[in-house]
């Protein structure tokens, strides 16, 4: 019979020692990550003059964009023959659809934001296929963007806290449709991109991804630059407008 490991407060305390500098590593790794996300402000300040199809379209181009980026960031630039073969047309990861199936095998995603990209590929197609036909009054429409598992009521009370923003956007029940699309669109982008820059890094290291999707104050700098585009983008998509 095997005797059983009796663990002491030495081993105890060189674990956690152990643990913590290798957190703290990972936090540097994904420190120095030179992902640029001030775009998607603009994306999403300029989307909101378009017109139904092209909300849905340009919203998921950006999405698109996004994961491509990401994954070269994650591969790295020594393979650039076998990424143009693999992105390009034809190749294995040359649609939307592949890029996130891969993203989440590979576990550089959850599958609650796989699932949630999925229906915005649906939203977009069914836009692109009747672009005059349909509206996000529309059943079908309405019915995907209701499918799309984001807490935006938590989230939209959250940033509401503050007096000055809450008398200058609209609260949750007062939400159309198209806005809750855009809502949810730069939410699911914002964890698309923290979760992809940070479940790589904690699963190679072999640390809790929640040590850096956390608190504001506690993110490395570029998960930190994420967040507050999101926000940005949010205070922009609730302003009360005449």
Not at 77 to 84: L, R, S
Request: charged share 25%.
């Amino acid at each position: 019979m095997v005797s059983e490991i009796k663990t002491t407060p030495i081993i105890e305390k060189v674990a956690s020692a152990i643990y913590k500098t290798t957190v703290q590593q990972a936090y540097e790794e994904i420190d120095n990550m030179k992902f640029d996300c001030k775009d998607m402000v603009k994306v999403y300040s300029n989307v909101l003059k378009e017109s139904p199809t092209g909300i849905s379209i340009i919203t998921f181009a950006y999405m698109d964009e996004v994961i491509l980026r990401l994954l070269r960031l994650i591969i790295g630039d020594q393979k650039e023959d076998i990424i143009a073969q693999s992105f390009g047309f034809g190749g294995p990861l040359d649609s939307f659809s592949s890029r996130a199936k891969i993203s989440y095998l590979f576990g550089f995603i959850r599958i609650e934001t796989l699932n949630n990209l999925d229906q915005f590929r649906r939203i977009r197609n069914a836009f692109a296929h009747k672009p005059f036909d349909l509206s996000f009054r529309s059943l079908s429409i309405k019915d995907r963007v209701g499918n799309i598992d984001v807490d935006v009521e938590r989230l939209i009370k959250e940033i509401r806290k503050n007096e000055d923003i809450r008398s200058t956007t609209i609260s949750y029940s007062k939400l159309n449709l198209l806005q809750m699309f855009l809502v949810k669109s730069a939410l699911t982008t914002g964890f698309l991109i923290s979760e992809m820059m940070a479940l790589p890094v904690a699963r190679r290291f072999r640390v809790s991804p929640h040590h850096f999707l956390t608190d504001y104050d506690d993110l490395p700098g570029p998960l930190r630059n994420v967040r507050s585009a999101v926000a940005e983008c949010l205070l922009d998509i609730l302003k009360k407008r005449s």
